[in-house]
């Protein structure tokens, strides 16, 4: 079994940075995007940023000069700096990744269980 957990979150003033962490763990042969994402309260999941298995980055444009996204391939890891945070960025992030179990796998997706981030004075 596959199991994505994310870990950093917490509460944050406004301008302040956050940085969030998700481990794949289980039976991994190989990991493509890893991305991330958000829900506000009463709001769709939105894709905040992705990174490919060749660490090709694209982010939402809310979050453009203000979020980085990478990975270490190495811990099978997912990275979220996270600087200059406003109360619009208030979510549940949720960690999301397309895993090959094995060699003569497809590829799966898998979500992680959300992690909490407020932003607030």
């Known amino acids: 079994q596959v199991q994505l957990v994310e870990s950093g979150g917490g509460l944050v003033q406004p301008g302040g940075s956050l940085r969030l962490s998700c481990a794949a763990s289980?039976?991994?042969?190989?990991?493509?995007?890893m991305n991330w994402y958000r829900q506000a309260p009463g709001k769709q999941r939105e894709l905040v940023a992705q990174?490919?298995?060749?660490?090709?980055?694209n982010y939402a444009d809310s979050v453009k000069g203000r979020f980085t996204i990478s990975r270490d391939n190495a811990k099978n890891t997912v990275y979220l700096q996270m600087n200059s945070l406003k109360p619009e960025d208030t979510a549940v992030y949720y960690c999301?990744?397309?895993?090959?179990?094995?060699?003569?796998?497809?590829?799966?997706?898998?979500w992680g269980q959300g992690t909490q981030v407020t932003v607030s004075s």
């Open positions: 999301n990744a397309d895993i090959r179990p094995s060699v003569r796998s497809v590829a799966y997706n898998y």
């Open positions: 289980g039976s991994i042969f190989s990991i493509n995007a």
């Open positions: 990174i490919t298995s060749v660490l090709s980055t």
